[in-house]
T-cell receptor, first 111, second 111 residues
């Protein structure tokens, strides 16, 4: 069974630029999550989708972050404009039976 | 928001030694998960716990769901160099699949 796929693996941008990350969950997993993991911390949930609907986006900085999952399968997370403090690893996960499986993450560096 | 207190923050041990780490909370959780994260990768699930008092093993790893539902521990027996990584506890509350993560325990094993 293929795992959660994410791309790109690494991205370096300058502040005020925009960036987008892509995630393809495990086949058949209806729930998809985006997390932000700052160095030395555990992952922090940004947004949770159930199929193509948002379940929880309470911790998503909506002035600059947006996410969509139009067909209920793959998803994109966008940051516009990026700030220095957005430097982090962005993890995508999908779940089955209360267990979340994570992708390898995208490491974002904002200069 | 809800936080999980994970300890110790880091451990330096000799190969062959046993390891114990734990996670506590001020409120009740109904699912506890333990993940391991290696550099450049996403967290990988080690053990999932669903019932208070549950004790589950996965090879040399053993984890328990505390009776009070406010804590969990993870033990690793006879450590080997490939056990190196950051171990995260995570929990969910109520009927939600939303996970809260601890800050991680960084394990270093000296051969």
């Amino acid at each position: 069974e293929a795992g959660v796929a994410q791309s790109p693996r690494y991205k370096i941008i300058e502040k005020r630029q925009s960036v987008a990350f892509w995630c393809n969950p495990i086949s058949g997993h209806a729930t998809l999550y985006w997390y932000q993991q700052i160095l030395g911390q555990g992952p922090k949930l940004l947004i949770q989708f159930q199929n193509n609907g948002v379940v929880d986006d309470s911790q998503l900085p909506k002035d600059r972050f947006s996410a969509e999952r139009l067909k209920g399968v793959d998803s994109t997370l966008k940051i516009q404009p990026a700030k220095l403090e957005d430097s982090a690893v962005y993890l995508c996960a999908s779940s089955s039976k209360r267990v979340q499986f994570f992708g390898p993450g995208t490491r974002l560096t904002v200069l | 928001g809800q936080q999980l207190n994970q300890s110790p923050q880091s451990m330096f041990i000799q190969e062959g030694e046993d390891v114990s780490m734990n996670c506590t909370s001020s409120s009740i959780f109904n699912t506890w998960l333990w993940y391991k994260q290696e550099p450049g990768e996403g967290p990988v699930l080690l053990i999932a716990l669903y019932k208070a008092g549950e004790l589950t093993s996965n090879g040399r790893l053993t984890a328990q769901f505390g009776i009070t539902r406010k804590d969990s521990f993870l033990n690793i027996s006879a450590s080997i160099p490939s056990d190196v990584g950051i171990y995260f506890c995570a929990g969910s509350q109520g009927g939600s699949e939303k996970l809260v993560f601890g800050k991680g325990t960084k394990l270093t094993v000296n051969p």
